[in-house]
């Protein structure tokens, strides 16, 4: 039973670029939460889909941001045009309905030069 | 505006001994808590949570105690060993879904095992 699987683990663009993250949640999980992680800081939330439903996107920035979880296929977590500032360790993870906590990802480091 | 703060960044402790990690919220509307354990280059691991309506949880090794009045939780680990050395993160949410909504994250408190 496979954990959550994102792809890359690691990922340089340069600025104005797109980055694409992966998240695949655990079989029979049917949410997903995408989380980022500044360096030295928590994480902070983004996003928390349902298969084709965006549950909440309170988190996410208001451009160059989105987010989805197709009926068939990973989610997927897109970035416009990054900048510098769009570094850090970008989480995704899954749960099942009335379960106890998530479980997460091993995570993607975007790097952007 | 950080609404669950851990205010020790590091703690040390001897193998053997209890380690105790804290953690403080200011948001009242805040019902379930959870800590995760996280280590280099991996993603958190879910390792205990509370709800609001409880004032203590424990799991083995790990105990989770709540203080609604003073909008405060702590980590027990008795005994600590060095499988625990990990930075720990306590969460917060709101809802009915047991965490499984928005989690409020602090920023992490570094443990480490001595042996």
């Known amino acids: 039973n496979a954990g959550v699987m994102q792809n890359p683990r690691h990922l340089v663009r340069r600025r104005g670029q797109e980055a694409r993250l992966r998240c695949s949640p655990m079989k029979g999980h049917s949410h997903v939460y995408w989380y980022r992680q500044l360096p030295e800081e928590g994480l902070k939330f983004m996003v928390y889909?349902?298969?084709?439903?965006?549950?909440?996107e309170s988190g996410m920035p208001k451009e160059r941001f989105s987010a989805e979880f197709p009926k068939e296929g990973p989610s997927i977590l897109r970035i416009q045009q990054v900048v510098r500032g769009d570094s850090a360790a970008y989480f995704c993870?899954?749960?099942?309905?009335?379960?106890?906590?998530?479980?997460f990802g091993s995570g993607t480091r975007l790097t952007v030069v | 505006d950080q609404q669950v703060k851990q205010n020790s960044p590091s703690l040390s402790v001897q193998e053997g001994r209890i380690s105790i990690l804290n953690c403080d919220y200011t948001?009242?509307?805040?019902?379930?808590f959870l800590w995760y354990k996280k280590y280099p280059a991996e993603g958190p691991t879910f390792l205990i949570s509370i709800s609001s309506i409880k004032d203590k949880n424990e799991d083995g090794r790990f105990t989770v105690f709540l203080n609604k009045s003073a909008k405060h939780l702590s980590l027990h680990i008795v005994p600590s060993q060095p499988g625990d050395s990990a930075v720990y993160f306590c969460?917060?949410?709101?809802?009915?879904?047991?965490?499984?909504?928005?989690?409020?994250f602090g920023t992490g408190t570094r443990l480490t095992i001595i042996p």
């Open positions: 969460a917060a949410s709101q809802g009915p879904n047991f965490g499984n909504e928005k989690l409020t």
């Open positions: 889909l349902q298969k084709e439903n965006i549950i909440d």
């Open positions: 993870a899954s749960s099942r309905q009335g379960a106890d906590g998530y479980t």
């Open positions: 948001n009242s509307m805040f019902d379930y």
